[in-house]
């Protein structure tokens, strides 16, 4: 990466306003919900349904902003929508383009609260990392946004909201008359963002089942990633009530590191959270779970951890994804020398799993893993300080 790579940033004007007081925002609704939605505004029983299907389309397959724009709706009956509901997205405060193509988006919400959301390009799929809390709880030393506090969950239009914006900037929805184009920009869908998506359980899940609805959006559960620091009583809900692929931030091999790194341990250590896992493959029908491991010099990339993890996953359907810590203003780590994470790989490879390293994505503008953090909780508290909650001392004047 360059000293000075281009960054490209700007503020966009585009009509995307939070939802006007008394409407109710049709985005992020289940199709129950937005039936109950029609009824309650006078929408007959027996039209519903109907209703429902036509509005659905319109918002999440051909990427409607506004009522004017159902076509197949009589007049009237779009103006009697414009009064009772919005369509309404975050607003993108700006965006920005790294050297790499990774566009990083801040998005405004109700409250006048932002997180941020990272779209990333690559040769065979795009990716999208949203967002499930303004903030976190769980103050994940390594992490940068774990040094932002948890405001509030999100809402589902809030995180449905994330997707449409990304489509919206993309310019990925169809165009009316077109020929069919199949090609998917937004193609995957990762909920490792801003927060903890197990402690938004409900919401989260009634955002997925949106976005993967075949009439809509229509990304696959296996094109869907969560990732979990370990929210063990939630895990086996994720398998029947989502049954996404599960990723766990799992970083450390002794209970000892990990209290340090991931401070859930304390509360649900490594071998209760493996017990967890051991049947979520079967539970959900997925191939197999990702562990993230975040490699941090001195502290968690020896050989002898490498051995350790493997035995500990032993039993479980896994492969190992080798995260080159991503550093951030006053981080108390350093990233793990590139030979030292190639002998790690290496061991873990013998063990019989697929240990791939993560390409960093997107450092120059502050988004790659662990780097998100809203600009209105930028205020960098001292590295000192942020040592001393890691309990160690900082690694570098």
Same mark, same amino acid.
């Given at each position: 990466?360059?000293?000075? @790579?281009?960054?490209?940033?700007? =503020?966009?004007?585009?009509?995307?306003?939070?939802?006007?007081?008394? $409407?109710?925002?049709?985005?992020?609704?289940?199709?129950?919900?937005?039936?109950?939605?029609?009824?309650?505004?006078?929408?007959?029983?027996?039209?519903?349904?109907?209703?429902?299907?036509?509005?659905?389309?319109?918002?999440?397959?051909?990427?409607?902003?506004?009522?004017?724009?159902?076509?197949?709706?009589?007049?009237?009956?779009?103006?009697?929508?414009?009064?009772?509901?919005?369509?309404?997205? @975050?607003?993108?405060?700006?965006?920005?383009?790294?050297?790499?193509?990774?566009?990083?988006?801040? $998005?405004?919400?109700?409250?006048?609260?932002?997180?941020?959301?990272?779209?990333?390009?690559?040769? %065979?799929?795009?990716?999208?990392?949203?967002?499930?809390?303004?903030?976190?709880?769980?103050?994940?030393?390594?992490?940068?946004?774990?040094?932002?506090?948890?405001?509030?969950?999100?809402?589902?239009?809030?995180?449905?909201?994330?997707?449409?914006?990304?489509?919206?900037?993309?310019?990925?929805?169809?165009?009316?008359?077109?020929?069919?184009?199949?090609?998917? $920009?937004?193609?995957?869908?990762?909920?490792?963002?801003?927060?903890?998506?197990?402690?938004?359980? !409900?919401?989260?899940?009634?955002?997925?089942?949106?976005?993967?609805?075949?009439?809509?959006?229509?990304?696959?559960?296996?094109?869907?990633?969560?990732?979990?620091?370990?929210?063990? @009583?939630?895990?086996?809900?994720?398998? %029947?009530?989502?049954?996404?692929?599960?990723?766990?931030?799992?970083?450390?091999?002794?209970?000892? =590191?990990?209290?340090?790194?991931?401070?859930?341990?304390?509360?649900?250590?490594?071998?209760?959270? $493996?017990?967890?896992?051991?049947?979520? +493959?079967?539970?959900?029908?997925?191939?197999?779970?990702?562990?993230?491991?975040?490699?941090?010099?001195?502290?968690? !990339?020896?050989?002898?951890?490498?051995?350790?993890?493997?035995?500990?996953?032993?039993?479980?359907?896994?492969?190992?994804?080798?995260?080159?810590?991503?550093?951030?203003?006053?981080? +108390?780590?350093?990233?793990?020398?590139?030979?030292?994470?190639?002998?790690?790989?290496?061991?873990?490879?013998?063990?019989?799993?697929?240990?791939?390293?993560?390409?960093? /994505?997107?450092?120059?503008?502050?988004?790659?893993?662990?780097?998100?953090? %809203?600009?209105?909780?930028?205020? /960098?508290? +001292?590295?000192?300080?942020?040592?001393?909650?890691?309990?160690?001392?900082?690694?570098?004047?």
């Amino acid at each position: 990466m360059s000293a000075t @790579p281009p960054i490209t940033q700007d =503020v966009l004007t585009l009509p995307r306003k939070l939802p006007e007081d008394g $409407l109710r925002n049709l985005v992020g609704l289940t199709r129950a919900q937005m039936m109950e939605a029609l009824i309650a505004m006078g929408t007959p029983e027996r039209q519903a349904r109907m209703r429902v299907g036509q509005i659905w389309q319109w918002i999440y397959h051909w990427g409607a902003q506004d009522f004017d724009a159902m076509t197949n709706l009589a007049k009237a009956y779009r103006a009697q929508l414009a009064r009772h509901f919005t369509i309404a997205r @975050p607003e993108i405060v700006s965006r920005q383009i790294s050297d790499d193509g990774t566009r990083k988006y801040l $998005l405004r919400i109700a409250g006048g609260h932002e997180v941020e959301a990272v779209y990333i390009p690559e040769e %065979s799929r795009g990716t999208l990392c949203i967002s499930s809390q303004v903030g976190c709880t769980l103050t994940c030393s390594f992490c940068h946004t774990g040094t932002q506090k948890l405001v509030r969950n999100l809402t589902p239009a809030e995180i449905v909201g994330q997707v449409l914006v990304a489509r919206d900037d993309l310019g990925e929805w169809p165009v009316p008359g077109a020929p069919r184009d199949e090609t998917r $920009l937004v193609s995957n869908v990762v909920l490792m963002g801003m927060g903890e998506p197990l402690y938004n359980f !409900d919401n989260v899940r009634d955002a997925m089942k949106v976005v993967m609805d075949g009439e809509g959006l229509s990304i696959s559960r296996r094109r869907i990633t969560l990732s979990t620091s370990g929210v063990v @009583p939630e895990i086996a809900r994720t398998a %029947s009530e989502i049954g996404c692929l599960l990723a766990v931030s799992f970083h450390a091999t002794t209970d000892e =590191v990990r209290d340090r790194l991931v401070p859930i341990n304390k509360r649900w250590n490594i071998q209760t959270l $493996l017990d967890a896992l051991r049947d979520y +493959p079967r539970l959900s029908n997925s191939e197999r779970i990702t562990f993230e491991y975040v490699m941090l010099k001195g502290v968690n !990339d020896s050989d002898a951890d490498a051995r350790r993890l493997v035995r500990l996953i032993a039993g479980i359907p896994a492969k190992i994804n080798l995260i080159p810590f991503n550093e951030w203003p006053g981080a +108390p780590y350093e990233r793990s020398d590139w030979a030292r994470i190639e002998a790690f790989a290496d061991i873990v490879h013998k063990a019989g799993y697929a240990s791939p390293i993560r390409t960093p /994505r997107g450092e120059d503008i502050m988004a790659a893993c662990g780097q998100l953090k %809203s600009a209105t909780e930028r205020a /960098r508290r +001292p590295a000192a300080q942020i040592a001393a909650e890691a309990g160690i001392a900082p690694s570098r004047p």
